[in-house]
């Protein structure tokens, strides 16, 4: 069974631009999750999809948005990026979200913003 | 709220020998789940092993076991015979009931010497 696959694993951006990171979770698994992980504020969550709906959002300004799609995989948007989201973004992947069944997370995006 | 406690910033231990990184919690909801997970440089976010507030016995995963106290609000993490491959950071994290997220520490780097 494949795990969670992120994509793409390094990213370089501008200050002032646009990236999307992409998710794809376990077969089978309705519930993805993202977190951005820095030194100085550790892991934090950012939202939780299920079933194309955002459930959950976590204390992040609008330029981080997301989405799901039918096939459960799902996209993490940050506009007018600034130095301060350079970051390891992690998703994962779980099979209803609000049971306490195991997160499963991916490889993760490391992304440096200059 | 749910809050994580990792009073070990850094743990030392020689490989074949066992070693406990810390975790308490602290948290009103009268069920949720613990979670411990292994993070090594390459950043995947590892799972290792799982234990639910109602569970009557400690979780083990193979070399991985957790020390659960309820009434102390400590969720232990055990690694029996240390490995080299064990070094890496360590978080526990929790979930509460429903669509929350998991509430993470600011984690324990292992380092495992021959």
């Known amino acids: 069974k494949a795990g969670v696959t992120q994509t793409p694993r390094y990213l370089i951006k501008t200050r002032g631009q646009q990236v999307t990171l992409s998710c794809s979770p376990i077969?089978?698994?309705?519930?993805v999750s993202w977190y951005q992980q820095t030194p100085g504020q550790g892991l934090q969550f950012l939202f939780e999809?299920?079933?194309?709906?955002?459930?959950n959002k976590g204390n992040f300004p609008g330029r981080f948005s997301g989405r799901q799609f039918s096939n459960s995989r799902s996209e993490m948007n940050v506009s007018t990026l600034e130095l301060g989201d350079s970051a390891l973004y992690l998703c994962?992947?779980?099979?209803?979200?609000?049971?306490?069944?195991?997160?499963?997370f991916g490889q993760g995006t490391r992304l440096t913003v200059v | 709220a749910q809050k994580i406690t990792q009073t070990q910033p850094g743990m030392f231990v020689q490989e074949k020998e066992a070693v406990t990184l810390d975790c308490t919690y602290d948290?009103?909801?009268?069920?949720?789940?613990l979670f411990w997970y292994k993070q090594p440089s390459s950043g995947e976010m590892i799972f290792l092993i799982y234990?639910?507030?109602?569970?009557?016995q400690n979780a083990t995963e193979g070399r991985y076991s957790l020390n659960f106290q309820k009434a102390r609000k400590s969720a232990n993490l055990v690694i029996s015979a240390s490995q080299l491959g064990d070094s890496a950071m360590y978080f526990c994290?929790?979930?509460?009931?429903?669509?929350?997220?998991?509430?993470f520490g600011t984690g324990t780097r292992l380092l495992v010497s021959p």
């Open positions: 994962a992947s779980s099979l209803e979200g609000r049971d306490f069944s195991g997160a499963f």
């Open positions: 077969s089978g698994h309705r519930s």
């Open positions: 999809y299920f079933s194309e709906t955002q459930r």
């Open positions: 948290t009103s909801d009268p069920s949720y789940g």
């Open positions: 234990q639910g507030s109602y569970d009557q």
């Open positions: 994290a929790m979930r509460g009931p429903g669509f929350q997220k998991l509430v």
